[in-house]
């Protein structure tokens, strides 16, 4: 039979309670008296059952992570830093897909019929505001993404503004001047396309470059052949950037494919840069310089907003925490020159 608390308590002749604080790692143990329970747990073998822990809270030692698509790399690699996030926390973790449709969402965000999950990480794209109207609180929420909430869950995003100037600042410094930019078409709002189309207008404005309407090339979606399709459309209209700012890595990686059947060099005829910092991007003929935005730190800042949630001394949810970013420079508008991360922004909240 596995070796109880109760077995440890016997051994070391304390109490249960005294082998739970040295379980639990409670700061108000004697150093003497953790040695003597710890001595006895190492002797008996004893192992932690997190799932009985959990249940004696009340909880089941499980939360749940919604994202758009699994097909989609960045979600993936995501997705896998949230699972070690949470296992840090002895938490698992229930993977789901919602298509980035509003009904899946919507149903999501209530939290599963049944009372499995102790908490929901959710990544929208067609959410609204008014669809967390009347939620219940009783499974905390935490919402990803650069949608505009206001609404009484934390939020975590990257400034996509910001991130999207950077990309283009350094566009401009390799001395590019007609930058199109692949994802968004003018009519977009409130989605990481719009902030992203944004920060690519107002950097381009700052500097006193043209920003025109005809460099704003919109896609069906963000993979890789509707990268490859409205880089066709924009060369077949008879322009010719000389850098192109895409809006995910995917869609970069399908703008590259077509610029090489057109036989345009990249970067020598055409910069690239993407957004997301895929490893698919690390690897190509031609290594994609990319936004990377801090998986890891989305993550963690996600799970422990859970946590926070879930304490009883937790204080009420509904702030904007901003998620680290960096810019890293690679072969798709360097040349030869592999890898070199500009400075490390972002990680704010209120």
Known sequence: MPVSL???????????????????????????????????IDELGYRPNPTARHLRKGRTGIIALAV????NPYFAELAGAVIDAAAEHEYTVLLDRTGGRRDKEVLVSQGFRTR???????????????????RSDDVPLVLLGEREYDAPHDHIAVDNVAAAREA???LLGRGRTRIACLGAGKD?????????????????????????????????????????????????????????FAFNDLIAIGAMRTLHERGLRVPQDVAVVGFDDIAEGRFGAVSLTTVSPDKQAIARMAVASLLRSLSANGEPAGRELTAPHRLVERESTLGGVRDRPTDQVGTKGR
């Open 188 to 244: 977009s709002a409130n989605r990481p396309a719009h902030l992203r189309l944004l920060g690519w207008r107002q950097e381009l404005t700052a500097a006193g470059v043209p920003a025109p309407d005809s460099l704003v090339v919109p896609v069906g979606g963000w993979d890789r052949a509707d990268g490859a399709r409205g880089m066709a459309r924009l060369l077949d209209s008879g322009l010719r950037p000389d850098a192109v």
């Open 6 to 40: 109760k077995d440890v308590a016997q051994r070391a002749g304390v109490s249960i309670k005294t082998v739970s604080n040295v379980v639990n790692n409670h700061p108000h143990v004697a150093p003497a008296m953790r040695a003597r329970v710890q001595a006895a």
């Open 168 to 170: 283009v600042r350094h």
């Open 116 to 134: 499995v999950i102790d908490g929901l990480i959710l990544s929208p794209i067609e959410l609204e505001v008014a669809d967390l109207q009347g």
């Open 68 to 71: 758009p698509e699994l097909g």
